[in-house]
């Protein structure tokens, strides 16, 4: 084993308007607030593909705004996992890679599927929706060529693309069992870690480690210590090493270095930039 996998810390999305003054300096344009959180942050998670299918030309824009090494994660739509709940999704699925992440070229990162509360595990359902996912560039351009006449507006070509990666974000309690760690690493889909309550453990399932992470539990943020921790815990995963205060459902894999996405969320937002800045600081010192 040797190297190290790269880390990346950000945010989910970047149009926050408590934001300004505080993570944006004061005065600056919105319409600058990308391009200065790309040079500011290693990468952002996209939350507005969960609510509804963007424009090809809008990922273009983004991808323009924001360094060469800059990458997105993409939250996949609710169709997909609120409303069908992983059931008959092969044509939404096809539409939502051909509406444009794919366009997004060399800035692409994982997809990202958060699944909702009341969704307990069903191992032949989470397998059939797992079957659907592309796995390869190739695989995501085929499956986007089969979007529906419709969608007049369409981003079938995977040029610049590197890797197709997906992460899982589970918040039932059914799913906390070996057998679906298992699953995931069969199908090489990231464990969502969210560092929550309901979900406090860490479990590698994939050739990636993928965190979104809420705040501490039982606290309203984190502090110095906690991100000392959560830094610590990244640059484990990144050099090969299980991180020795992370909980698992499952023995670890075979050691080897992956790449680390942490995006700052949902709780504290307001210093979630102000905490991927402080991480990324911790690993680079």
């Known amino acids: 084993m040797s190297g ?3 880390v990346r810390t950000g945010t989910a999305g970047w149009v926050y308007a408590p934001w300004r003054g505080e993570f944006y300096p004061p005065g600056l344009p919105q319409k600058q607030e990308l391009a200065y959180a790309g040079t500011h942050l290693g990468a952002i998670e996209i939350n ?5 299918l963007q424009k090809p030309q809008s990922f273009r824009n983004w991808a323009s705004q924001t ?14 996992t609120h409303v069908r709940r992983l059931r008959d999704v092969a044509t939404p699925l096809a539409n939502f890679f051909a509406s444009g992440p794919l366009a997004l070229g060399r800035r692409l990162g994982p997809f990202v599927w958060q699944l909702p509360p009341n969704l307990a595990y069903d191992a032949d359902r989470l397998e059939d929706f797992l079957a659907l996912l592309p796995s390869s560039p ?14 007049t507006q369409a981003a079938t070509d995977a040029a610049g693309v590197s890797a197709i990666r997906h992460a899982i974000e589970v918040r039932h309690e059914s799913f906390a069992t070996p057998g679906f760690i298992a699953q995931l690493r069969r199908h090489n889909v990231a464990l969502v870690v969210a560092d929550t309550t309901q979900w406090p453990t860490c479990d590698v399932t994939a050739d990636f480690v993928y965190c ?8 309203d943020g984190y502090d110095a210590a906690d991100l000392e921790r959560w830094a610590a815990r990244l640059a484990a995963w990144a050099e090969g090493r299980p991180p020795a205060d992370a909980a698992v459902l499952a023995d670890s894999p075979e050691p080897r270095p992956r790449d680390v996405f942490a995006f700052f969320v949902s709780t ?8 991927a800045m402080a991480v990324a600081r911790m690993l680079a010192g």
């Open 138 to 151: 190739e695989a995501a351009a085929d499956l986007a060529g089969r979007h529906e006449a419709w969608m």
């Open 268 to 275: 504290d937002k307001l210093h979630a930039p102000a905490n």
């Open 48 to 52: 507005a593909t969960f609510r509804a």
């Open 67 to 80: 360094p060469e090494d800059f990458v997105f994660a993409i939250k996949g739509p609710q169709l997909v």
């Open 212 to 219: 979104r992470l809420q705040g501490a539990p039982g606290k």
């Open 4 to 6: 190290k996998g790269i």
